[in-house]
């Protein structure tokens, strides 16, 4: 089967930094995308890992090792509005489409 | 910048109707999909599109489902005989590589 594994809750404090891990096991791997979504709102897309190693966009940045089937969302400098659900979704190796498979999602909860 | 916008934002209708859900993705996009996100679940593929015909479909998308692109800016979800089950958020995202995929809104589907 396929699935994606994160942790359900991670809480931290304003100004701290927080690491979301991705563990997956998928018969198809292109690479690996970060999402958030407030609320039940549109997935916006945050980071993409086609490679291993780390791609920085900002205050987030994101890790891959394929080797490992293993990455992470590394949020910085945390804000109240990075309060949200974060999702890592692999990129299926399948089709001319690519599609998303979804990890269960990690709630961020940033206190002040 | 340019979004990905769908329609209704809230569709309620009655067990074994048929619903149209509307998006209008990006102009310039390539690849078409649709999820679904049952509340507080993870967000799943249901189908994807690419040069006029579905690339790929989840097992979830039977027969009661389908989809359209009748012209150069919509994109069409169908569920022909809606069942308790469909209820959920219907996100449409599309993409211009299939890389990084952008979300519309949703479509929150209550069927009763």
């Known amino acids: 089967g396929q699935s994606l594994e994160q942790p359900s809750e991670v809480t931290a404090v304003e100004g701290a930094i927080v690491q979301i891990n991705c563990t997956y096991q998928t018969s198809g791997f292109y690479g690996l995308s970060w999402y958030q979504q407030h609320d039940g709102g549109a997935p916006t897309f945050l980071s993409y890992n086609g490679l291993d190693g780390l791609e920085e966009t900002g205050r987030f940045s994101s890790f891959l090792s394929r080797s490992d089937s293993y990455g992470y969302l590394l949020l910085q400098e945390l804000q109240m509005k990075d309060s949200a659900s974060y999702f890592c979704a692999v990129r299926d190796k399948g089709g001319a489409t690519n599609k998303l498979i979804f990890g269960t999602g990690t709630l961020l909860a940033v206190q002040p | 910048e340019p979004e990905v916008t769908q329609t209704p934002s809230h569709q309620v209708t009655q067990m074994g109707q048929e619903v149209i859900l509307r998006c209008v993705p990006i102009s310039n996009h390539l690849y078409f999909y649709w999820y679904r996100q049952i509340l507080g679940q993870k967000v799943e593929f249901l189908v994807s599109?690419?040069?006029?015909?579905?690339?790929?479909k989840s097992e979830i998308f039977d027969d009661q489902f389908s989809v359209e692109r009748p012209d150069g800016s919509n994109f069409t979800l169908k569920i022909r005989s809606t069942k308790l089950e469909d209820s959920a958020m219907y996100f449409c995202?599309?993409?211009?590589?299939?890389?990084?995929?952008?979300f519309g809104p949703g479509t929150r589907l209550t069927v009763t």
């Open positions: 599109f690419y040069n006029n015909e579905i690339s790929e």
């Open positions: 995202a599309s993409s211009k590589t299939s890389a990084e995929q952008y």
